[in-house]
């Protein structure tokens, strides 16, 4: 984990090495080329998983990252271009934020009152290094909230500059339906729960699937805050 400060490795060494050890006894055999220092335990639609990849408490650790980024750029349910308000609460981290409002989908470089975004917790840019083996650097992490009935209909990630970086997804919080299908519209889809501490990478041939979230399952872990569901994304944006 060269290039981050001594002690983020740390964090996860208990919860995500020790796994480590067992999981690649059991899971070595899923057959994907694999560049990161950790290995999927299933790949879903051509998305590698990391099952249970931060424990209880990396989960923790991450969680009070969440919060300081919510104090310092708090969720909006942004609307989006068709004037609709999305069910999920949304900030983001980094150099770029993802927003939508009646202009459409992009990144900014600051919020809408002009402050700049807080920076990507370091942590988190560790966890991109284990799970894509340092593809790229992450500048936006998009905070999804995601309480009671909220859920996000399938899309594509393509605001992006450079669609052939990955996009790394951690599950914080209440179980997740997750469902994809392929890179085109009106396919089959298939679906998997998410649970807290679950990573996922969007890269290859999964890096634009249509995916989204049918729904959450409200009460299903205490981690948040107020409850629901945190969902992290780290994409190179610009
Ligand atoms: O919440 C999730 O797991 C998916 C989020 C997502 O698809 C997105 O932010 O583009």
Known sequence: MAGYPAGFEGV????ILALQASRNRRV?????????????TRVFRGIPLFQGCLDDAAQAELMGDVQAIWDAA????PVTRWGKPMSVAMTSAGALGWTTDRRGYRYEPRQPDGRD???IPPRLLALWDSVT???????????NLYRGSARMGLHQDKDEADLSCPVVSV???DRALFRAGGTER???TDSVWLDSGDVMVLRGESRLIFHGIDRIEPGSSALVPGGGRVNLTLRVAG
């Open 12 to 15: 996860y060494r208990k919860g």
């Open 28 to 40: 070595n055999d899923i057959g994907q080329p694999f560049s990161g220092t950790l290995r999927p």
């Open 74 to 77: 708090p969720p909006v349910r």
């Open 117 to 119: 975004w807080p920076p």
């Open 133 to 143: 083996g340092g593809a790229g650097r992450p500048d936006s992490c998009l905070v």
């Open 171 to 173: 599950s914080l919080g």
């Open 186 to 188: 009106g396919g089959r």
